[in-house]
């Protein structure tokens, strides 16, 4: 009866330990879900968010690496993505894609220009020392928003993005350590595309956003 019961036990842990490899293969790379800790994609994604990412937006990798098995795609400019950062890939980042391999971007007075032309650029009113702005990429409309009285890399000179990666920003303009500082991210460091917020939590007030739940 020992016996049995020994086989049962070894049998079950064999049976969870596969069911646990194949959850964290799944969150590896096909579905996850992220919370946003920081504010520089503000005022679209604020503290407290959590999203869910699909990892199948554009290829399929292989569990635990970056090694695409297919792609069948890259992302589209103004979409947000999921990232590790090139810095420190042990960190994952959120920002929106701005431009895509060979584009061409630049800044003249925090205005976007992408391959010579300037986005669109709408004011969207002000509150509390910031300023907000309904920008125009490639059909994708989205709020952005900048600090009065800082002009944070509001200049920049034209940028080519070079083969293979992506040229990132924050929608909180004047609060975002992106591309414009360090670079652009490679493909091969992207994660996924952001779907859905499934939950809010007001960090400073200690209470749910249910308002903000929803596709993004």
């Not at 020992?2 to 590896?28: G, N, P, W």
């Not at 907000?132 to 009065?148: C, K, S, V």
Request: glycine content about 10%.
């Amino acid at each position: 009866m020992k016996k049995i019961t020994k086989y049962m036990r070894s049998r079950d842990l064999i049976f969870y330990a596969i069911f646990l490899f194949a959850l964290m293969c799944v969150r590896s790379s096909v579905f996850a879900s992220y919370h946003v800790p920081t504010g520089s994609m503000n005022p679209t994604i604020l503290e407290g968010d959590f999203f869910f990412t699909n990892k199948l937006a554009y290829r399929l990798k292989v569990p635990f690496t970056k090694t695409s098995v297919v792609e069948w795609g890259i992302p589209s400019r103004g979409e947000m993505i999921i990232f590790k950062f090139p810095g420190n890939e042990r960190e994952l980042y959120t920002k929106r894609v701005i431009g895509v391999p060979g584009d061409i971007i630049e800044m003249r007075g925090g205005r976007l220009i992408v391959n010579g032309i300037a986005t669109g650029l709408e004011p969207a009113g002000t509150k509390e020392g910031v300023a907000y702005y309904r920008e125009t990429l490639d059909g994708r409309e989205y709020t952005i928003q900048r600090l009065q009285g800082r002009n944070y890399l509001a200049d920049m000179p034209p940028v080519l993005v070079p083969e293979g990666h992506l040229f990132v920003m924050g929608d909180n303009r004047d609060n975002s350590y992106d591309s414009r500082a360090w670079g652009c991210v490679p493909l091969r460091n992207v994660e996924g595309k952001l779907i859905a917020r499934w939950f809010s939590f007001d960090v400073k007030g200690k209470r749910p956003r249910f308002g903000r739940i929803g596709l993004v």
